[in-house]
T-cell receptor
Framework: EPEVTQTPSHQVTQMGQEVILRCVPI?????FYWYRQILGQKVEFLVS????????KSEIFDDQFSVERPDGSNFTLKIRSTKLEDSAMYFC???????????FGPGTRLTVL | KQEVTQIPAALSVPEGENLVLNCSFT??????LQWFRQDPGKGLTSLLL?????REQTSGRLNASLDKSSGRSTLYIAASQPGDSATYLC????????????FGEGTQLTVNP
C-alpha cells in the first residue's frame, strides 16, 4: 500500500541552525501539508501546498519557515534559524485531487538544543 | 475559530469491553471529520473518514458517527483488545478553513489484558 515517507526520523540541532525536513508524498497526490505536534500538545496545522505554491498557512508559519518541492517528488520544510520552541514532531500529510482523506507520514522528531 | 474537544482525556478498560470515545467541535460547518490512531512516538494512522453528509462509517470493530448539527462525533470500539491501546485523535475540516485539519487533544486508551 502506498505511504508517505519522511526523513530523517530524528534530527538534533543547535539553536540558530537551519534544518530541512523531507517528505516523499504518495505518487498521485497533489496536495501537501505540514503539521507539528509539540510534546503533550495538539497536532497543529502549519501550511498547505498545491500546484507549487502555498495555498494556506497558519500564524505559526512565519518567515523562519519555508516549503518547496525541489525536484517534483520531495516536499521539504525548511526552518531557517531554529529556536528551542521549534522542538516538536513534524508530520507531512498528502491528499489526492478530489479526495478527502489526508494520509500522514511517520513524522520527524526535531530536537533543538 | 474552530475548536475540537475530546472526552475523556484518558480511558482504561479491561479487554473485551465495548467503549465510546467522544469528540465535539464548536463550528458545525464542516466538510468532514477524520478519526486517527497515534501510537507513542509514531505517526497518525487514519481510521475512519465521515463526510458531512454521512451519519456514520464502519471499519471492522470500529464505528464512527457524526451529528453535524450538534457538533459531535463518537468512535465506538467493539470488543476491545490490548492492541487497541493508543491515543485516538479526532480532526475536522471546516467549510471556511481551506483543507486544514483541526485536531482535538486526543483520548489515550489503555486496554488491559
Amino acid at each position: 500500500e502506498p505511504e508517505v515517507t519522511q526523513t530523517p526520523s530524528h534530527q538534533v540541532t543547535q539553536m540558530g541552525q537551519e534544518v530541512i525536513l523531507r517528505c516523499v508524498p504518495i505518487s498521485n497526490h497533489l496536495y501537501f501539508y505540514w503539521y507539528r505536534q509539540i510534546l503533550g500538545q495538539k497536532v497543529e496545522f502549519l501550511v498547505s501546498f498545491y500546484n507549487n505554491e502555498i495555498s494556506e498557512k497558519s500564524e505559526i508559519f512565519d518567515d523562519q519557515f519555508s516549503v518547496e518541492r525541489p525536484d517534483g517528488s520531495n516536499f521539504t520544510l525548511k526552518i531557517r534559524s531554529t529556536k528551542l520552541e521549534d522542538s516538536a514532531m513534524y508530520f507531512c500529510a498528502t491528499l489526492t485531487s478530489g479526495g478527502n482523506e489526508q494520509f500522514f507520514g511517520p513524522g520527524t522528531r526535531l530536537t533543538v538544543l | 475559530k474552530q475548536e475540537v474537544t475530546q472526552i475523556p482525556a484518558a480511558l482504561s478498560v479491561p479487554e473485551g469491553e465495548n467503549l465510546v470515545l467522544n469528540c465535539s467541535f464548536t463550528d458545525s460547518a464542516i466538510y468532514n471529520l477524520q478519526w486517527f490512531r497515534q501510537d507513542p512516538g509514531k505517526g497518525l494512522t487514519s481510521l475512519l473518514l465521515i463526510q458531512s453528509s454521512q451519519r456514520e462509517q464502519t471499519s471492522g470493530r470500529l464505528n464512527a458517527s457524526l451529528d453535524k448539527s450538534s457538533g459531535r462525533s463518537t468512535l465506538y470500539i467493539a470488543a476491545s483488545q490490548p492492541g487497541d491501546s493508543a491515543t485516538y485523535l479526532c480532526a475536522v475540516i471546516g467549510e471556511t478553513s481551506g483543507s486544514r485539519l483541526t485536531f482535538g487533544e486526543g483520548t489515550q486508551l489503555t486496554v488491559n489484558p
